[in-house]
């Protein structure tokens, strides 16, 4: 079990989903009790292209996650687990 991300409210998860066509490879649980909305594939699809905006913002969700990632790879590649641990 790792804990990659903490949610926080408001928070969208499983775009991922919406652009490929396997399941996921992940799990969710929330620490506290939590309301979640369920979109599924298919209307999320249709709702990306009829609203443009939405896609649009979805995008920088996109990039501000892979940039967070790619710092956390790299944070993990070059530094101590003393440093991980304590920093």
Same mark, same amino acid.
């Given at each position: 079990e790792l804990t990659v991300e903490?949610? #926080?409210p =408001?928070?969208?998860s499983g775009l991922l989903m919406a652009f490929e066509e396997k399941p996921p490879t992940y799990s969710i649980r929330a620490q506290v009790d #939590? !309301?979640?909305l369920w979109v599924p594939i298919n209307e999320l699809r249709s709702a990306l292209r009829s609203q443009p905006d939405v896609y649009e913002m979805l995008? =920088? %969700?996109f990039a501000a !996650?892979? %940039?967070r990632f790619g710092e956390l790879a790299l #944070?993990?590649?070059h530094s101590k687990v003393?440093? !991980?641990i304590v920093g």
């Open positions: 903490l949610l #926080s =408001g928070h969208v #939590s !309301r979640v995008l =920088g %969700e !996650r892979l %940039e #944070s993990l590649a003393e440093q !991980r």
